[in-house]
């Protein structure tokens, strides 16, 4: 039995095929069914009216013609309320017809909808709803989309009105009761097209109002029936640095008591060239405090765009040349690490992924999801930009990290189930420790359960699921390696999918280190599992490296220029530091207070 319904009248319009995808994207099975005319009048099938309803949508037009219809509108309209738990009234506009349709919904509570001028206007975010608001709960923020917000208005709007998303004063987001019925008002005209192909980055405000109050909605109504992410997580990743006490600002010591004051983790995006040059003590720190600091791959040399080259044999050799300088930094220094790559400068190829992919690694993280490489017209779609991670090329998982900003980007990275994956270098301790604290602080009152775990942790657990049955639960995996969990009292069926590009050499699907049964259908792995109450799983995929190698070794000039590239790179970070220093004792450095 669908979960959702969209009720369409005369009709299935764009704008409830487009709702239609969003419910689909969000794990949720949905119906459209279209009333059906008779006569002069307008009759639905009788089963509609002849079954419960846990979530029911219909657009404004679409109540619109139902209300104009004959033969007893207001009627049905009640009689389908007794049969709906949450209904969802959207595209609203601005006009004399949709006003009439709120004003009788709503049995007056609310008597028009205006439109906004054009100009800056914020949205806020109501701090009284948090189950229904979540992550999102009190922020404010902008600009609006003034040619498709409104908002609903009264001579004096009724507490029994709850405003959800408010602008300028007056709800555009908006919920009652109705009996039985909680029924929620979107004053926003359209409905986000996930297929969409983007041009650009994707600005979480010019989708706001498309995406996420209808998603709110489905969220609320139908729980975990959607996919939503068991534990959020979240991992700070910082770029470049040696293992030395002291690297231009940073200092690992008083990192390490900044991650335990504020109950965060770091992860330093290593670079592998320098896998000879770690400090004995600050290799210490690390052994010791695991859960608090851990490396991830940065590169192999961290030379200029070196993963945006298309050649897959040098791909194919950078790549086993920074694992295999990992794990010799392992071997000497007992130091883990996680098979994740960070790619230097934000570049990379599409055919990198795949050179990574065959290489064993987990995952791959950068600030773009768009490589270097991409053909014109091979934009990524707005839902590839919603996901949990871009699989599009090869198959392979690259998942977005962000630089500290405006909170709203992170909380529409966990409303959709992203790791929340944060970006600095060593120029952000310039003025100690204090900043990163208060951002961390902030990131930790979007979500109260937000666990902070190095990378490779953090990945492994970047998997979402939905209940399907009392003992079945659908899961869909992004990593190589991931750990699932079963927080429940009894034994749980897994029902996993995961995207495989129809080239990968996929070789071995293990579970728990053993051998497991799988398919690939129609680009999806597929297999099952039985997970014991309070207990937790490993799935591992393994691939063959079926690419082009050789053994040449980089020439006697190329290793000169990288060795002067770094230590040029080092002497330049640490001369702005102590640059920094020397201005500061002479008066004429900044005067924001060091932590």
């Given at each position: 039995?669908?979960?959702a ?9 764009p ?162 009761t ?128 070196e ?32 098979k ?5 400068q ?51 998982p ?12 992170f ?58 049955s009392?003992d ?42 053993c ?25 591992e ?8 190698s ?46």
């Amino acid at each position: 039995m669908s979960r959702a319904t969209i009720l369409c009248c005369p009709q299935i319009t764009p704008l409830d095929a487009r709702l239609a995808r969003l419910t689909e994207f969000l794990g949720i099975e949905c119906s459209l069914q279209t009333l059906r005319g008779q006569g002069a009048g307008l009759a639905p099938d009788s089963a509609l009216l002849g079954r419960d309803h846990q979530c029911l949508m219909v657009s404004a037009a679409a109540l619109g013609s139902l209300t104009e219809s004959e033969g007893a509108p207001g009627q049905f309209l009640q009689r389908l309320l007794d049969r709906t738990k949450y209904l969802l009234v959207y595209g609203f506009r601005p006009d004399a017809s949709d006003a009439s349709i709120v004003r009788q919904l709503s049995q007056g509570l609310v008597e028009s909808l205006i439109g906004l001028p054009r100009g800056y206007h914020e949205y806020t975010i109501s701090s009284d709803w948090r189950p229904l608001t979540k992550e999102f709960t009190g922020l404010v923020f902008g600009p609006i989309q003034s040619g498709i917000d409104s908002v609903f208005s009264g001579p004096s709007l009724s507490p029994a009105l709850r405003p959800i998303i408010s602008i300028a004063g007056s709800p555009s987001f908006a919920a009652f009761t109705r009996g039985g019925c909680t029924i929620f008002i979107l004053g926003t005209s359209d409905i986000a097209d996930v297929d969409m192909r983007l041009k650009d980055q994707l600005r979480v405000v010019d989708w706001f109002s498309r995406v996420i109050p209808a998603a709110m909605f489905l969220r609320h109504a139908l729980g975990r029936h959607r996919w939503h992410r068991p534990q959020p997580s979240a991992s700070f990743i910082i770029d470049d640095l040696l293992l030395k006490e002291t690297y231009g600002f940073l200092n690992y010591r008083q990192l390490l008591r900044a991650t335990s004051d504020q109950s965060f983790a770091a992860t330093i995006a290593f670079i592998p060239y320098n896998f000879r040059r770690s400090q004995a003590s600050v290799v210490d720190l690390f052994r010791s405090h695991p859960n608090r600091l851990s490396l991830c791959i940065h590169g192999c040399d961290h030379t200029g765009g070196e993963f945006a080259t298309t050649n897959l044999l040098a791909l194919n050799a950078m790549a086993r040349l920074a694992d295999d300088r990992m794990r010799a930094h392992e071997k000497t220094t007992a130091l883990p690490y996680g098979k994740i790559m960070v790619f230097p400068q934000g570049r990379f190829s599409a055919a990198s992924l795949k050179a990574l992919q065959s290489n064993g690694y987990m995952a791959a993280v950068n600030t773009s999801p768009i490589p270097e490489d991409s053909a014109p017209g091979d934009d990524l779609t707005l839902g590839e930009w919603l996901d949990v991670a871009v699989t599009r090329y090869h198959g392979f998982p690259l998942f977005v990290r962000r630089y500290p900003g405006e909170l709203v980007n992170f909380a529409f990275d966990l409303f959709f189930g992203k790791t929340l994956l944060i970006v600095e270098h060593h120029t952000a301790f310039k003025h100690g420790y204090r900043d990163i604290a208060a951002f961390v602080a902030a990131l930790n009152s979007l979500n109260p359960h937000l666990r902070w775990a190095g990378l490779r942790e953090a990945l492994s657990h970047s998997y979402l699921q939905r209940d399907l049955s009392n003992d079945t639960v659908g899961v869909r995996l992004w990593t190589s390696y991931t750990v699932l969990s079963n927080a429940g009292t009894s034994p749980k069926k897994y029902l996993i999918q995961k995207v495989e590009s129809a080239e990968a050499s996929l070789r071995q699907v293990l579970v728990d280190g053993c051998p497991a049964d799988y398919v690939l259908d129609n680009g999806l792995l597929r297999m099952a599992i039985e997970i014991q109450p309070l207990a937790a799983r490993v799935v591992e995929i393994r691939y063959a490296n079926n690419l082009p190698s050789d053994n040449k070794g980089i020439g006697l000039r190329t290793t000169l220029g990288i060795h002067a590239r770094r230590r040029l790179s080092e002497f330049r970070d640490d001369f702005l530091c102590w640059q920094h220093r020397l201005q500061t004792l002479a008066g004429l450095g900044d005067e924001r207070r060091s932590s």
